[in-house]
């Protein structure tokens, strides 16, 4: 390869709008749904998620990702101009057509990009930073926009108690840039895999199920996630565990060698589970699943962009980012900051 890949700049941005186990708890015992905020805590870790304004935004996710981008170019002291290609994960677009980036392109002006969209679900984030590397390494692209970035609460099934106290809304964004190969600050390896017999483990189905008609205008159903969280749970504890350990043996480091673990915040007994698993002490895994839910392609590139912030991640240190997500998609990245 001739170039590697760097983050130079990180933003993140949630809707206003805090829903806490208490909020929650209230409104779905309006529906007859039963559940408290000792409950949420305990299983999940979860206080409170973010849910964006539907009425407010013509499209509220892809302006979430617009907002976070924006941060992420001004910590890189870059302009949208400078961007030649925009990748948005998501898997809650606002809309099937136009697609999220090609919206963010145009709000941002930055008019010399080219957008697409892509779904990986909760990996998307680790799927996009590893399309941008290839690009950058090709020699394609210099400047790269990834956003993680979901509305993910309109489709929540608020009768499964189960699946809709997890999730939130929110964005996070990186700029990834072009340095010499050989450069020390860059990501140094990646590792995707996906697993397609585990589709109905986590899903929405279909638009057109048992609809398909073609004069009697087929519209799209109103699709509710559908979700077994027990074998998730199981599957998820597993293949992070497998995952940062390959990532990590393919450089020959190991645990001690990484400064920050960054895993998807799907549940906070998972990520405990998985550190403990690991070896990883708590106060070197970062966390941010409390404050915002699962936020799905989000939860990376927020909790990354949070520790950057406070000064938590310092150059030179090394950090394992780890990815699950329905499909089942999974992905693990080292990159030295
Ligand atoms: C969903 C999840 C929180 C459930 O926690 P759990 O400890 O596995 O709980 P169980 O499903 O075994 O349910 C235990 C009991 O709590 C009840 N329960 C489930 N949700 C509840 C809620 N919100 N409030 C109160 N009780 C609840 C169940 O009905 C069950 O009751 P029962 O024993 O009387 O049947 C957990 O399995 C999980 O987080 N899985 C991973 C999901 C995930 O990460 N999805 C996204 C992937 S990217």
């Known amino acids: 390869m001739t170039f590697a890949a760097k983050i130079t700049g990180t933003g993140s941005a949630f809707p206003p709008h805090r829903v806490t186990n208490a909020d929650l708890s209230r409104e779905l015992a309006r529906l007859g749904v039963e559940t408290n905020d000792r409950w949420i805590r305990e299983r999940t870790g979860i206080r409170e998620r973010r849910y964006a304004d539907l009425t407010k935004e013509q499209r509220p996710n ?3 990702a617009a907002d976070a981008a924006i941060k992420a170019l001004e910590m890189a002291g870059r302009s949208a101009q400078d961007i030649d290609q925009i990748i948005i994960a998501t898997c809650t677009p606002d809309a099937l057509i136009s697609s999220a980036a090609c919206w963010v392109q145009h709000k941002i002006g930055a008019t010399r990009a080219w957008a ?5 679900a909760c990996s998307g984030f680790v799927y996009g930073l590893v399309t941008a590397t290839q690009f950058i390494a090709s020699g394609q692209s210099r400047t790269i926009l990834v956003v993680g970035s ?3 609460h309109p489709y929540l099934d608020w009768e499964d108690r189960g699946s809709c106290i997890l999730f939130g809304d929110g964005a996070g964004a990186a ?3 072009q340095v010499p190969a050989d450069s020390e600050h860059r990501i140094l390896s990646w590792h995707l895999s996906s697993d397609g017999k585990y589709w109905d483990l986590l899903y929405v189905p279909p638009f057109h199920q048992g609809k398909l008609d073609f004069l009697n205008h087929t519209s799209c159903q109103d699709s509710k996630m559908i979700m077994n ?5 199981k599957v998820a504890v597993r293949t992070l565990t497998d995952f940062a350990l390959l990532a ?6 190991t645990v001690e060698d990484v400064d920050w673990f960054v895993p998807h915040q799907a549940n906070k007994r998972i990520l405990e589970a998985v550190a403990q698993r690991l070896g990883f002490p708590s106060d070197r895994v970062l966390i941010n ?3 915002y839910g699962n936020t799905s392609a989000a939860t990376i590139p927020t909790v990354l962009d949070e520790a950057v912030r406070e000064g938590r991640i310092q150059k030179g240190q090394l ?6 997500g329905a499909g089942f998609t999974y992905g693990a990245m080292l990159i030295r900051w």
């Open 248 to 253: 990590l043996d393919s450089q020959s480091l």
């Open 229 to 233: 969280g027990r074998e998730i749970f």
């Open 175 to 177: 700029v990834v840039e």
């Open 319 to 324: 950090l394992l980012l780890d990815a699950f």
């Open 289 to 291: 699943v409390d404050r």
């Open 150 to 152: 979901e509305v993910i």
């Open 62 to 64: 892809a302006a979430l």
């Open 116 to 120: 697409m969209d892509i779904n990986a």
